[in-house]
């Protein structure tokens, strides 16, 4: 670790002007100056890669989407761009189809999240126990999440299917009929949640789980001294010390929820996918913008697409903050 | 990991006495003296999801091995059958799954090679050295974190076949050679780990900034690096949405290929199914060995990456 130069060459006194501690002086201003430079730039010089990376591949992209979105662009023809002012933005929003994928991309972000994360709570909180074996435990739970989305979404096509499918066999055993899931408005919904609940719900645990080892033991011994119960305890001291990771866990599952891509296109795989369904029954905003731009070839509304998702990103951003002002406000 | 005596097991309704408080100190398993012990309700509650969690794996591999005729039957088979190496070999080389292998390797691997690097470089910038604009540029890494990729896919399909990179690997690995996730969580790590003393010495000795990251920072960072390295290898191995515009089905990744084999005309069931077990099991092989580890990493990192 020792790279020499030595202490006391920088409190020498002023030399008496021969030629070689003048050269040696200068030297050592130099390399001073050297010192000094690499202590200033090396912190920019190592955030940079993340900044150059982002910029060129995140930010820069981004923003040259709203161009894309005002022109025409096929996937024929990539470097003609045609200019069609709000063209793109009219013909998507003048879609019926545009409509129902939002509408979709809501109520499967709703139906996924909400179960999702209250069942994450519940299992952390039984996870909080002291139990034998606790991290065979916390690793099972957490298995679906070295799944991926690809693999998640083909097994529950066979589950969900509706002749020989796993879930209408066991439907059949307990004496109810059969369910075409894929082709229902509604099941088809609470297929692709299952799929999103399934893979996302031990990750969420154990985030919750790590929280909840955060809240001082004090709290609850004051909360039992003062005869609480075990409920008690939980919704009084438990919920209201996890808030933050709460509000953040649903911030993070809202934006995913967002971006549902895999889980809808693989559902009936083939042309189905790219459509949503027959009727786009579960077509989502992602496999929307998909359609568009890779099924169809036209990148001009698939890029209007992305900026109608930006729009909702930022209503979405909006009420987290309004939910979280409110949140901080009222836990006083 | 805990030592439970028997005697002292059936402590219900009081949820810690000061004794046992006392004895396990809360500075290495916070909150530790609050728990209580798990009732047969808890073990009752996390088998059934247990087994909720395994079951779908447990399934791919049956239906891996049967035909799809027996996996789609009235009744369907509940153990493994016998057609599992036949399916493999029909996937392989329907699929170009060999050749998706290999893909997924070099892109799991330079991705997480990458971001190792430069996620723990910046990590010990934000964390341990001081410069203008640091918190504001810190806000703006988190920041990058809520941002979908569907945002600027269009353009960056476009800018990739402008420079030669489409269908190419590179166009996968470069967008995500670094992560925002990564620069928060080696942050975090190194605030705590890592003591302004062990810097200031190896200063005094001598050492130029960079020395310091050599010997000073990455033998500090090396466990949460594991476990950042693993976390970015299973997204990296599991991403689908940006590789499966940006790929074809001659240079495929994994994932894209499991995707264009169902999107076939007709696929057969079973095929699909043995090509998905292809593309789990490394993972679960990775997750059986370090599963504690991962766990653990996202329990500390408790952020979505």
């Not at chain 1, 996924?112 to 069942?119: F, G, K, R």
């Not at chain 2, 309704?13 to 009732?39: E, I, W």
């Not at chain 2, 020395?211 to 466990?223: D, G, N, T, W």
Request: some cysteine; overall charge positive; hydrophobic content about 50%.
């Amino acid at each position: 670790m020792a790279t020499s130069t030595p202490a006391r060459d920088a409190y020498a006194p002023p030399p008496g002007g021969s030629r070689q501690t003048t050269a040696r002086s200068r030297r050592q201003t130099w390399r001073s100056r050297l010192w000094r430079f690499d202590d200033k730039a090396s912190p920019y010089a190592y955030i940079a890669p993340f900044f150059l990376v982002f910029g060129a591949f995140g930010l820069y992209p981004l923003l040259y989407t709203g161009w894309i979105a005002l022109h025409r662009v096929e996937m024929t023809g990539l470097n003609q761009m045609e200019w069609v002012g709000w063209g793109n933005f009219d013909k998507i929003l003048h879609d019926s189809e545009f409509w129902t994928a939002l509408g979709n991309t809501f109520l499967i972000g709703v139906m996924s999240t909400v179960p999702q994360l209250l069942v994450a709570l519940g299992l952390a909180h039984l996870l909080n126990y002291r139990l034998r074996a606790s991290t065979f435990w916390r690793t099972v739970i957490l298995t679906p999440y070295a799944t991926s989305v690809a693999s998640a979404a083909l097994v529950f096509a066979l589950v969900f299917r509706a002749d020989g499918g796993l879930l209408n066999w066991v439907l059949h055993f307990v004496g109810l009929g059969d369910t075409n899931w894929v082709n229902g408005h509604w099941t088809s919904k609470i297929a692709i949640s299952v799929i999103v609940i399934w893979r996302w719900t031990g990750y969420n645990t154990l985030i919750y789980l790590a929280a909840m080892q955060a809240v001082p033991t004090d709290l609850y011994e004051a909360a039992s001294l003062d005869g609480a119960s075990r409920w008690q305890q939980f919704r009084k001291v438990t919920i209201p010390s996890l808030r933050p990771t709460i509000l953040f866990t649903i911030v993070i599952s809202t934006i995913g929820s967002m971006q549902l891509f895999g889980e809808p296109l693989l559902l009936e795989g083939g042309t189905l996918g790219a459509t949503g369904g027959n009727e786009n029954q579960y077509e989502t905003l992602s496999v929307y913008l998909y359609n568009y731009g890779w099924n169809l070839g036209h990148l001009g509304p698939a890029a209007a697409v992305a900026w109608a998702m930006l729009a909702l990103l930022l209503i979405i951003a909006a009420v987290n903050w309004l939910i979280g002002r409110f949140v901080r406000t009222s836990a006083v | 990991m805990t030592t439970t005596s028997p005697i002292k097991a059936p402590e219900l309704g009081r949820p810690s006495t000061p004794h046992r408080a006392a004895r396990r100190p809360s500075r290495f398993r916070p909150g530790a003296g609050k728990q209580l012990q798990g009732g047969p309700f808890a073990y009752i509650a996390l088998t059934v999801v247990g087994i909720g969690s395994l079951l779908p794996l447990y399934w791919t591999l049956v239906a891996a091995s049967h035909t799809q005729d027996e996996v789609l039957a009235t009744t369907p088979p509940f153990l493994p059958g016998g057609r599992l190496l036949h399916n493999l070999d029909v996937a392989w080389n329907q699929a170009h799954l060999g050749k998706a292998i290999v893909n997924s390797v070099v892109v799991s691997s330079c991705i997480t090679a990458a971001t190792l690097f430069f996620c723990t470089l910046a990590g010990y910038a934000f964390a341990k050295m001081r410069f203008t604009g640091r918190g504001a540029l810190m806000t703006g890494v988190i920041a990058t974190l809520t941002i979908p990729p569907q945002l600027s896919v269009v353009p960056l399909f476009m800018m990739m076949s402008d420079i030669g990179w489409g269908g190419k690997l590179e166009a996968v690995i470069f967008p995500t050679l670094v992560s925002a996730f990564g620069v928060f969580f080696m942050r975090q790590y190194l605030i705590e780990a890592l003591p302004y003393e062990l810097i200031e010495a190896a200063k005094i000795d001598g050492a130029n900034n960079f020395r310091i990251v050599r010997s000073v920072v990455l033998p500090v960072a090396r466990p949460a690096m594991m476990v950042l390295g693993m976390l970015t290898f299973v997204q990296a191995w599991n991403d689908f949405f940006w590789p499966y515009l940006a790929l074809n089905q001659q240079n495929p990744t994994l994932q894209v290929a499991l995707g264009q084999l169902s999107a076939s005309y007709t696929p057969d069931q079973s095929i699909v199914m043995a090509g998905a077990l292809i593309s789990t099991l490394p993972l679960l092989v990775v997750f059986v060995i370090f599963g504690k580890q991962i766990v653990g990493g996202i329990m500390s990192g408790a952020v979505k990456g």
